[in-house]
């Protein structure tokens, strides 16, 4: 078992130990659990990421695809638009899994005269700190017409509040949305997008593009600690450099075929 692995299970059975004896003491296994999250190496996700911009063409790309046959097959064009819908939410505002699979229409996704807004409560968000954010008006036309025309065709659709519907008469769980995000993005880039990569996918592309705001990464990731959003700006300082020095290279190589051209 590699260290991630066993670091997992020991975590798991020491969050399971505490519900089961919550009287015992288990300071002990907590503390071999931290020491093993020591060896775990972080993977390097650079080699999967890919631009936001990509995503939100394949999240246009899947409404699009919905609508082209939605006369003729409803219910499975109510499926894909939901996930065409899902990936470009993910990315716009890029939520941890728990909180996008918990989304109830009025409750936590609220319509307004301004568009729509996601609202999660302290004690239902990761930081324990209220989130509360306008989603871009870019997507107030699709989920007006997946709320009005595709959700209703999503079987038992009408016996939950859940936004995100699934054909088996209740809202879709955390596994179901991480499993269809990850078919479409492997589908269209060869290699699995799981919706954790989303986060640093947005907070990258703001580093990047916008690097004097990057601490707004902070609001949108709904991190409670400033200092988190770092090493997104670090990472954004690093691609940067990257293509400074490419372009270095590209020029003394130009520069030398000029040189060679001369001489001969």
């Known amino acids: 078992m590699t260290p991630c692995g066993t670091h997992d299970y020991i975590k798991h059975l020491y969050d ?5 004896a919550p009287d015992r003491r288990w ?4 503390e071999l659990a931290t020491r093993l999250k020591r060896l775990v190496v972080p993977p390097n996700k650079r080699p999967r ?5 990509a995503l939100v063409e394949l999240a246009s790309s ?3 695809k919905a609508e082209h046959f939605a006369d003729r097959e409803p219910r499975e064009a109510a499926l894909l638009y939901r996930d065409g819908l899902i ?4 990315i716009a505002r890029p939520i941890r899994r728990r ?8 409750q936590h996704l609220i319509r307004d005269e301004f568009g729509y807004r996601l609202v999660f409560e302290a004690h239902e ?3 324990h700190e209220r989130y509360d954010t306008m989603l871009p ?3 107030t036309p699709a989920t007006d017409r997946y709320l009005a025309i595709h959700r209703p065709n999503t079987t038992g659709s009408d016996h939950h509040d859940g936004l995100w519907a699934s054909m088996k008469g209740r809202p879709m769980t955390e596994e179901a949305l991480y499993e269809r995000i990850c078919i479409h993005t492997k589908a269209a880039f060869g290699h699995s997008i799981n919706p954790h990569l989303f986060r640093d996918i947005a907070a990258t592309t703001i580093a990047i593009e916008d690097p004097r705001n990057v601490r707004i990464a902070s609001d949108l990731l709904g991190h409670s600690d400033p200092s988190m959003t770092e090493r997104f700006y670090i990472q954004a300082e690093t691609v940067e450099a990257s293509k400074r020095h490419q372009d270095v290279i590209l020029a003394l190589r130009k520069e030398f075929r000029s040189c060679a051209n001369a001489k001969d």
């Not at 909180?99 to 009025?106: D, V």
């Open 99 to 106: 909180n996008l699979a918990m989304i109830r229409i009025g």
């Open 87 to 90: 990936i470009a939410l993910l």
């Open 137 to 139: 008006d870019s997507l």
């Open 27 to 30: 300071a002990w296994l907590h």
């Open 62 to 64: 899947l409404i699009d």
């Open 16 to 20: 399971a130990a505490r519900v089961m």
């Open 125 to 127: 968000t990761k930081a």
């Open 49 to 53: 990421m890919v631009s936001a911009v």
